[in-house]
């Protein structure tokens, strides 16, 4: 069965350091994409970065990246350089398929809180 | 360019009453899901639409749901009549058509509904 798990339910980390927020997924699905989304205070859902499974290179996005390990089913987001801003909810997504659209399963995030 | 906007922000109701929650999608985008988060547990699919047509509604939990998206632009979701277990967020999210490659879902802020 499809499943996001986010063993973390809070973290945090100091400013300017980097953090790690752990998601391992399953499927059995071999074509499907990895999302975070962060989840700020006032409730919106902001997309951060995408992999998908056949995607050669980890995904980068400015501060975020995607250590995508295929082998291991996880897809762990590293926030470098933390910033005060970057307190909120993080929710690892996957979608199966390669169908483009984007009914996601979700795991239960995991609240970080940096600190200054 | 606007964002997924839905509306109302909060909503209190009492149990037996009904609630209609709104999403605008991004304009042109033909794609339209609907989640909720209830209370400590993941962000779950409810459903979703390919311009007016509903494609996957497997998420809906029961009857007293009823999602609506007539003319392919804005949706409705309808919870009558409500129960307890139906507070949480209720998120809405858009994406592009599927054929213009892997896009990432926009979220709304989420409509949060307390029942009581």
């Known amino acids: 069965a499809q499943k996001i798990t986010q063993t973390q339910p809070g973290m945090f980390v100091q400013e300017k350091e980097a953090v790690t927020l752990d998601c391992t997924y399953d499927t059995s699905d071999p074509s499907y994409g990895l999302f975070w989304y962060k989840q700020p205070s006032s409730g919106e859902m902001i997309f951060l970065i995408y992999?998908?499974?056949?995607?050669?290179q980890n995904a980068t996005e400015g501060r975020y990246s995607l250590n995508f390990q295929k082998a291991r089913k996880s897809a762990n987001l590293v926030i470098s350089a933390s910033q005060l801003g970057d307190s909120a909810m993080y929710f690892c997504?996957?979608?199966?398929?390669?169908?483009?659209?984007?009914?996601?399963?979700f795991g239960a995030g995991t609240r970080l809180a940096v600190h200054p | 360019e606007a964002g997924v906007t839905q509306f109302p922000s909060h909503s209190v109701i009492e149990k037996g009453q009904t609630v209609t929650l709104r999403c605008d999608p991004i304009?042109?985008?033909?794609?339209l899901y609907w989640y909720r988060r209830v209370m400590g547990k993941e962000i779950k699919f409810l459903l979703h639409?390919?311009?007016?047509?509903?494609?996957?509604e497997s998420g809906m939990p029961n009857n007293r749901f009823l999602a609506e998206r007539t003319g392919g632009t804005y949706s409705t979701l309808k919870v009558q009549p409500a129960e307890l277990e139906d507070s949480g967020v209720y998120f809405c999210a858009s994406s592009q058509d599927r054929y213009r490659g892997d896009t990432e879902a926009f979220f709304g802020q989420g409509t949060r509904l307390t029942v009581v």
């Open positions: 992999q998908g499974s056949y995607d050669q």
């Open positions: 639409f390919v311009k007016e047509s509903k494609q996957d």
């Open positions: 997504a996957m979608r199966e398929g390669a169908g483009g659209y984007n009914k996601l399963i």
């Open positions: 304009s042109g985008h033909d794609n």
